[in-house]
């Protein structure tokens, strides 16, 4: 069993990563509940959402189901939601749990965060990537005019995290949530980084996925205890996200997984990083190893000047600036600002390596 503790500016909590402890979830409650209300998706709900249930001793426990996918971070589910809060009479003293990957960790999170002025909520991710979400209190839905624009600040009292739940994730999922696992470890150490990539996501241990996301969850969990609201360095995390922003808008939610943005987004971060340095940052390494394991490489012909543009919504820029996290070694993240004019070069530049190779 791996666990965490991380301070938050209201409280403290335990992250906890172990094989089948879905089934005693009772055991991480820090206190007692009048009612816990479950909210999960129709994918993850027939896998296990009975474990769940068999797991909790108490009569008071009710599950609500919605459609799985990103558009149900809406203002329409999350206003149903509070509606079966309050037809089950749930009260301050209540728990809810976020059984799913991040999309139901942001939704129930920020349920909980607004249902009569915040209740307790427990996070228990069944995505990797949820190692991300899970971690960090920030909770949120969709607007339709961008992502993750209403939400708030809001830790959960704990995150249950248990790794034989990911054995039925779909390949493109693992590929999503493995290259936030590399981010965190070319923002943080070297060793961390080789040994990810020295291994096929396909001949990956369950004890090997146990390290690689306590590793990644303490890289997180480090930077987000220095700074909670994103004033500093909580920027470093955007690690290949600038152009991974751009490219889901451009090709539009659902045709490319997030963490399969991010890997191309961060291969251009080292692409910039590496000519910025004059020194080689892993570009070469990080290209094969994505290619190996099967990562959608490419900008997916998205007009340069329209990625451009997109990239200046993203949440860094300053001033109509596009600033970018870039490293000067792995594990020395920076955060740079960029011209236009740099950045169409770079872009093209990085358009020709990715079809050359
Ligand atoms: N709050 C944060 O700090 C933060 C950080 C990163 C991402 N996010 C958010 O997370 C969301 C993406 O999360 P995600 O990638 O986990 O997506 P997701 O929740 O949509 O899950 C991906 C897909 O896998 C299915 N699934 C989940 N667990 C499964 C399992 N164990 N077996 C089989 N299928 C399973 C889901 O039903 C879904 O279809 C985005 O909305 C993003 O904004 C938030
Ligand atoms: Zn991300």
Do not use: C
């Given at each position: 069993?791996?666990?965490l503790?991380?301070?938050?500016?209201?409280?403290?909590?335990?992250?906890?990563?172990?094989?089948?402890?879905?089934?005693?979830?009772?055991k991480?409650?820090?206190k007692?509940?009048s009612?816990?209300l479950?909210?999960?998706?129709?994918?993850?709900?027939?896998?296990?959402?009975?474990?769940?249930?068999?797991?909790?001793?108490?009569?008071?426990?009710?599950?609500?189901?919605?459609?799985?996918?990103?558009?149900?971070?809406?203002?329409?589910?999350?206003y149903?939601?509070q509606?079966?809060?309050?037809?089950?009479?749930?009260?301050?003293?209540?728990?809810?749990?976020?059984?799913?990957?991040g999309?139901?960790g942001?939704?129930?999170?920020?349920?909980?965060?607004?249902?009569?002025?915040g209740?307790?909520?427990?996070?228990?991710?069944?995505?990797?990537?949820?190692?991300?979400?899970?971690?960090?209190?920030?909770?949120?839905?969709?607007?339709?005019l961008?992502?993750?624009?209403?939400?708030?600040?809001y830790?959960?009292v704990?995150?249950?995290?248990?790794?034989?739940m990911?054995?039925?994730?779909?390949?493109?999922?693992?590929?999503?949530?493995?290259?936030?696992?590399?981010?965190?470890?070319?923002?943080?150490?070297?060793?961390?980084l080789?040994?990810?990539?020295?291994?096929?996501?396909?001949?990956?241990?369950?004890?090997?996925?146990?390290?690689?996301?306590?590793?990644?969850?303490?890289?997180?969990?480090?930077?987000?205890?220095?700074?909670?609201?994103?004033?500093?360095?909580?920027?470093?995390?955007?690690?290949?996200?600038?152009?991974a922003?751009?490219m889901?808008?451009s090709?539009?939610?659902?045709?490319?997984?997030?963490?399969?943005?991010?890997?191309?987004g961060?291969?251009?971060?080292?692409?910039?990083?590496e000519?910025?340095?004059?020194?080689p940052?892993?570009y070469?390494?990080?290209?094969?190893?994505?290619q190996?394991?099967g990562?959608?490489?490419?900008?997916?012909?998205?007009?340069?000047?329209?990625?451009?543009?997109?990239?200046?919504?993203?949440?860094?820029?300053?001033?109509?600036?596009?600033?970018?996290?870039?490293?000067?070694?792995?594990?020395?993240?920076?955060?740079?600002?960029m011209?236009?004019?740099?950045?169409?070069?770079?872009?093209?530049?990085?358009k020709?390596?990715?079809?050359?190779?």
């Amino acid at each position: 069993m791996k666990q965490l503790r991380v301070g938050t500016s209201t409280h403290d909590y335990t992250i906890t990563i172990d094989e089948n402890i879905r089934y005693d979830l009772q055991k991480f409650f820090t206190k007692s509940y009048s009612k816990i209300l479950i909210i999960t998706d129709d994918q993850v709900a027939p896998l296990y959402l009975d474990d769940i249930l068999a797991g909790l001793q108490t009569e008071n426990v009710i599950h609500t189901t919605i459609p799985s996918g990103e558009a149900t971070k809406s203002i329409e589910y999350y206003y149903q939601l509070q509606t079966v809060a309050l037809e089950n009479r749930l009260d301050r003293n209540s728990l809810i749990i976020a059984l799913g990957g991040g999309v139901i960790g942001d939704l129930a999170g920020f349920v909980a965060a607004t249902f009569m002025r915040g209740i307790d909520y427990m996070q228990v991710p069944t995505t990797i990537l949820a190692h991300d979400s899970s971690v960090g209190g920030k909770v949120a839905i969709n607007h339709e005019l961008g992502k993750n624009l209403i939400g708030s600040f809001y830790p959960p009292v704990a995150v249950v995290y248990d790794v034989n739940m990911m054995q039925t994730l779909p390949e493109n999922e693992i590929r999503s949530g493995y290259a936030e696992l590399v981010k965190e470890a070319f923002i943080s150490d070297k060793a961390f980084l080789q040994e990810i990539l020295n291994k096929p996501l396909s001949k990956l241990t369950n004890e090997e996925l146990k390290e690689h996301l306590y590793k990644g969850v303490k890289v997180k969990a480090k930077i987000v205890e220095q700074d909670e609201k994103e004033a500093n360095i909580r920027m470093f995390l955007n690690f290949g996200h600038t152009l991974a922003h751009a490219m889901e808008t451009s090709l539009g939610y659902g045709r490319i997984t997030h963490g399969e943005s991010v890997a191309v987004g961060m291969l251009f971060a080292l692409h910039i990083s590496e000519q910025t340095y004059n020194k080689p940052l892993y570009y070469d390494e990080l290209f094969d190893w994505l290619q190996n394991n099967g990562y959608p490489l490419s900008l997916f012909d998205i007009p340069l000047d329209n990625v451009i543009q997109l990239m200046k919504l993203d949440k860094k820029s300053l001033n109509q600036h596009i600033q970018m996290v870039l490293l000067s070694e792995i594990g020395e993240p920076t955060v740079e600002k960029m011209e236009d004019e740099q950045l169409k070069k770079m872009l093209q530049s990085f358009k020709k390596e990715l079809t050359a190779k």
